[in-house]
């Protein structure tokens, strides 16, 4: 047998098993990857364009519904656009700033101070880590959260 995929025999019969870290696709037949093969990939300009796209999506994920409760109450639609391409412009300068701002001492570091540097990405992980872990007890346990016995949520 291969090292990539495995044969085991359960009680209903055969089944495939793939070792760990290893992916359902070859890494290359993903259409991001055929996308990147092709002659858009040799592209300065789609080189540029990914990276941004992506951002894009995700940074407006998340403030979308927000977008979407004020457009809804603009009428004209000329007004209604301008207001999207304000919220858009201002959604990406916010985010190149809050990651201008967070990385610059990772960055500054990495060069000039290489054991700070270390120190700082141990520690903005596990601030990270606790943070995460004081969220998800709040959403989940504290005061009928999520996962108690009889969850209650009331709007702020």
Known sequence: MSTRMRMATTCTGTR???PPGAHGHAEEDTPLARLDRSGLG???????LRPFAVGLVHGLAGSAAV???VLS???EPMAALGYLLLFGLGTIVGMMLITLILSAPFA???VNLPTLNWRLRVASGLVSFVFGVVL???IGFADGGLFSDAPTWQPR
């Open 108 to 110: 500054f570091t990495a």
């Open 136 to 138: 998800i007890y709040g």
């Open 16 to 18: 495939t098993v793939t």
């Open 67 to 69: 977008a979407l409760m």
């Open 42 to 48: 040799r592209l300065a300009f789609y080189e540029w």
């Open 73 to 75: 109450i603009i009428r």
